[in-house]
Nanobody, 124 residues
Framework: QVQLVESGGGLVQAGGSLRLSCAAS????????MGWFRQARGKEREFVAGIRWRGGLTDYSDSVKGRFTIARDSIKNTVYLQMNSRKPEDTAVYYC?????????????????WGQGTQVTVSS
């Protein structure tokens, strides 16, 4: 079973930057499509960013385009989410996810493995 562990969450002021990390173990990391999702208080879990096999095609939700960047390091078996120009509405629990056979629509059921999440709070 693939295990994913997120880290890097915390409190940051609006306009600041934060980088989340997701360490993977137990599988062939380089062959997985990876994604970041978030779930705000009282909201449904939503797609944030994704990256295809071997760091190819990337995808971003409209709300984070131009501010967030997803990247992966196959040597460290880690995927990152660099978050710049943070806004209070970015406050949420952020989840790392892996898709064995990639994804087409960034739906929750397209991802096979999930981390436990890390809380990110952006103050105004």
């Amino acid at each position: 079973q693939v295990q994913l562990v997120e880290s890097g969450g915390g409190l940051v002021q609006a306009g600041g930057s934060l980088r989340l990390s997701c360490a993977a173990s137990g599988g062939t990391f380089s062959s997985y499509a990876m994604g970041w999702f978030r779930q705000a208080r009282g909201k449904e879990r939503e797609f944030v960013a994704g990256i295809r096999w071997r760091g190819g095609l990337t995808d971003y939700s409209d709300s984070v385009k131009g501010r967030f960047t997803i990247a992966r390091d196959s040597i460290k078996n880690t995927v990152y989410l660099q978050m710049n120009s943070r806004k209070p509405e970015d406050t949420a629990v952020y989840y790392c996810a892996a898709a064995i056979r990639s994804y087409s629509y960034a739906r929750l059921d397209e991802f096979d493995y999930w981390g436990q999440g890390t809380q990110v709070t952006v103050s105004s």
